[in-house]
Every structure is written in structure tokens, then in C-alpha cells.
């Protein structure tokens, strides 16, 4: 019999899958871009909250992680009038749930490298409005962000590291244009 960490488990791993899906619903609905944005926000959060909720925590440390980090997604969005600020989006918000949902859910006490190459994939996938590049490049983010998480077994190392990597794409993008 499954345990609700087994299914949350495959349900990460086709997490873009789901993404794919609710773009395309929301697509023929939205009409401003920043809508489109927020909404997925939204999307990725909601999919957070069950992630903790649902989740098995073996430890009283775990479970206080997990709802603290809850707390502090749902401070930003609050705090980014309910996703509106993109940029605070991008740089805290987006690494706490990815981090959370990559690195803790799928491989917490694991070294399995399927996990570690099919998580890394999987979170290169939710990038695909990007194309090609963005799907790749993210993955390889990913096995990167999942080799430190799995030698250093600190969640919050993997969440500055992803957060520091998005202030600087951000960056870059700006002194582009």
C-alpha cells in the first residue's frame, strides 16, 4: 500500500505536467500577463500547502520547518499584495516552494540518484515557458541544488543558493534591457 509520501512523491514528479494543464486552462481566461503570473504563484503555493500538510514529518523539527516555512510563504504573498511584486516572487517566495518540494520532499534521507536525476528534470519542466534552454538549464540547476541538499542536508543552504541565483538572472535581464 502507497504511503501519502509515495504519492506526493509522484505527484511532484509530474508537477509540470499539472503546470502544463492549468497554463493552458488559464490562458484562454487571463488577459493581463501579471494575472497569468500571479495565478501561478498561486498555483505553486496552493500545491506547497499540501506538500506540508500532507507530508511526512519524522521529526518535531521537521514539522516546526515545515510550518514555519509555510508562515513565511504566506507572509510574502501577503506581503506582494497576493503575488502582484514579481521580483520578491522570483527571489523568495518561488525558491522556499521549489526547495521544499524538489529537495525536502524528494529527497529527504534519500540518495537515490533516479530521484535526484527525475526531480531535477521534473523542476527543469515547470520552466517550460522558457523552451528548450530554460527546461535544461534549470535541470541542471537542479542536480546541482539536489547534490547539495543531499551532502549538506540543510533545506535553507539549497533555498539561499536558489534565491541568490535568482536575484542574479534578474539582474542580468535588467542590465540586458
Request: charged fraction near 15%; glycine fraction near 6%; charge should be positive.
Given at each position: 500500500?502507497?504511503?501519502?509520501?509515495?504519492?506526493?512523491?509522484?505527484?511532484?514528479?509530474?508537477?509540470?505536467?499539472?503546470?502544463?494543464?492549468?497554463?493552458?486552462?488559464?490562458?484562454?481566461?487571463?488577459?493581463?500577463?501579471?494575472?497569468?503570473?500571479?495565478?501561478?504563484?498561486?498555483?505553486f503555493y496552493v500545491i506547497f500547502v499540501i506538500s506540508v500538510l500532507f507530508s511526512d514529518k519524522k521529526t518535531h523539527?521537521?514539522?516546526?520547518?515545515?510550518?514555519?516555512?509555510?508562515?513565511?510563504?504566506?507572509?510574502?504573498?501577503?506581503?506582494?499584495?497576493?503575488?502582484?511584486?514579481?521580483?520578491i516572487n522570483i527571489i523568495f517566495l518561488m525558491p522556499i516552494i521549489e526547495e521544499y518540494l524538489f529537495r525536502y520532499?524528494?529527497?529527504?534521507?534519500?540518495?537515490?540518484?533516479?530521484?535526484?536525476?527525475?526531480?531535477?528534470?521534473?523542476?527543469?519542466?515547470?520552466?517550460?515557458?522558457?523552451?528548450?534552454?530554460?527546461?535544461?538549464?534549470?535541470?541542471?540547476?537542479?542536480?546541482?541544488?539536489?547534490?547539495?541538499?543531499?551532502?549538506?542536508?540543510?533545506?535553507?543552504?539549497?533555498?539561499?543558493?536558489?534565491?541568490?541565483?535568482?536575484?542574479?538572472?534578474?539582474?542580468?535581464?535588467?542590465?540586458?534591457?
Amino acid at each position: 500500500m502507497f504511503k501519502i509520501n509515495n504519492i506526493l512523491i509522484i505527484c511532484i514528479l509530474v508537477l509540470p505536467f499539472f503546470s502544463i494543464l492549468f497554463n493552458f486552462i488559464l490562458v484562454k481566461s487571463i488577459s493581463h500577463p501579471l494575472d497569468y503570473l500571479r495565478y501561478n504563484y498561486y498555483f505553486f503555493y496552493v500545491i506547497f500547502v499540501i506538500s506540508v500538510l500532507f507530508s511526512d514529518k519524522k521529526t518535531h523539527k521537521e514539522f516546526i520547518m515545515s510550518i514555519l516555512l509555510l508562515c513565511i510563504a504566506s507572509f510574502i504573498i501577503l506581503l506582494t499584495k497576493y503575488g502582484k511584486n514579481i521580483k520578491i516572487n522570483i527571489i523568495f517566495l518561488m525558491p522556499i516552494i521549489e526547495e521544499y518540494l524538489f529537495r525536502y520532499i524528494l529527497l529527504r534521507g534519500s540518495t537515490n540518484p533516479f530521484l535526484l536525476i527525475a526531480g531535477a528534470i521534473s523542476f527543469g519542466g515547470l520552466h517550460y515557458i522558457g523552451g528548450w534552454k530554460e527546461i535544461i538549464s534549470k535541470s541542471i540547476i537542479g542536480i546541482f541544488l539536489g547534490i547539495v541538499f543531499i551532502y549538506t542536508k540543510c533545506l535553507i543552504i539549497c533555498m539561499i543558493v536558489h534565491s541568490v541565483f535568482n536575484f542574479i538572472i534578474i539582474k542580468l535581464k535588467e542590465n540586458s534591457s
